[in-house]
């Protein structure tokens, strides 16, 4: 049975960090990512690694957060640094069976079931 289940939300003042952790389970996956959502807003794109460790990010989020593979533990991180109000969502481990990036929810097989992040100002 395949499974990403994320861990490491919570709530934060405006520039704290917060490392994000996803472990998968049941298959091996090509890309993996980031994505969140708002409160009544669409789901967005955050950041997304290939295999090989090739990474993309946000605009919103480029210099602030890291995006990082263990594939000998199956686990997919997100380090979150100078974290703004505006990144206050829930976020979502996603991965592909493909061999590259999850840009687009299209390009995602498989999702965790999210993670709180809330940023006080």
């Known amino acids: 049975q395949v499974q990403l289940v994320e861990s490491g939300g919570g709530s934060v003042q405006a520039g704290g960090s917060l490392r994000l952790s996803c472990a998968a389970s049941?298959?091996?996956?090509?890309?993996m990512g980031w994505f969140r959502q708002a409160p009544g807003k669409e789901r967005e794109f955050v950041s997304t690694i290939s295999r090989i460790g090739g990474t993309l990010y946000a605009d919103s989020v480029k210099g602030r957060f890291t995006i990082s593979r263990d594939n000998a533990k199956s686990t997919l991180y997100l380090q979150m640094n100078n974290l703004k109000p505006d990144d206050t969502a829930v976020y979502y481990c996603?991965?592909?069976?493909?061999?590259?990036?999850?840009?687009?929810?299209?390009?995602?097989?498989?999702w965790g079931q999210g993670t709180q992040v809330t940023v006080s100002s």
């Open positions: 049941g298959r091996t996956f090509g890309g």
């Open positions: 996603a991965a592909s069976t493909r061999n590259y990036y999850t840009r687009s929810r299209v390009d995602c097989d498989y």
